[in-house]
């Protein structure tokens, strides 16, 4: 099993531009989130999805879109990137496969964004 | 809002030496798992606890869960540098939500 993928690992943007972060997972986990990494902050949830269609707001949704139009796939999109949007993205997932108490996320690799 | 505060943010130790990581929080969590995330990688589960006092060993990491269920230690014995790494609590708050709040970890660096 891959697990979770994400592509690309690196990508740098100029001000202003836009592009769209993928992540797909192979578990046929329920849950999807995208979260950013940043030195002092720690990891914080940009927005997430609990199943196929459905995503919501996470603690630092603005700037950010996301779709999750097929249950293995989760996009994030900048529509207009910001410098203050340089960071380490990572997407996760988890889900009931091994029962309620158990549900570990499984990470993908990460996706290094600079914004210039 | 639940937090989970991780305690020391950095630390810095011989191989060979132990050492304990801490997780605290004001608020109840129905689990507690640990990550470790190595640079350039995303974070990888180590373990899950659930129940109040629970130990669970993983070769020289001792993990703990609060009786209260509202913290959480991790202790490793004779440190390697392949321990380096960012070690990473997460608390689960169950009632059918999957969704972990993460504290924002404590940076080990072991020397050898």
């Known amino acids: 099993n891959a697990g979770v993928t994400q592509t690309p690992k690196f990508r740098v943007l100029k001000t202003g531009q836009s592009m769209t972060l993928l992540c797909a997972q192979d578990m046929n986990h329920e849950y999807m989130y995208w979260y950013r990494q940043d030195p002092g902050m720690g990891l914080r949830l940009i927005h997430y999805s609990v199943g196929e269609g459905t995503t919501a707001k996470g603690e630092v949704p603005d700037g950010y879109n996301v779709s999750r139009l097929k249950k293995q796939n989760f996009l994030l999109g900048l529509e207009s990137a910001a410098p203050s949007q340089t960071s380490v993205y990572f997407c996760a997932s988890n889900g009931p496969d091994r029962g309620f108490k158990d549900y570990g996320y499984t990470f993908g690799s990460g996706t290094r964004l600079t914004v210039v | 809002t639940q937090l989970l505060e991780q305690s020391p943010q950095f630390l810095s130790i011989q191989e060979g030496e132990n050492l304990t990581v801490y997780c605290n929080s004001s608020?109840?969590?129905?689990?507690l798992q640990w990550y470790r995330q190595e640079p350039g990688e995303g974070p990888v589960l180590l373990v899950t606890v659930v129940t109040g006092g629970e130990v669970k060993k993983l070769k020289r990491l001792t993990f703990q869960f609060g009786d209260a269920r509202k913290d959480s230690s991790l202790h490793i014995t004779a440190a390697q540098p392949g321990d380096t790494g960012l070690y990473l609590c997460a608390g689960g708050s169950g009632a059918g939500s999957y969704q972990l709040t993460f504290g924002k970890g404590t940076k080990l660096s072991v020397i050898p």
């Open positions: 608020s109840v969590f129905s689990s």
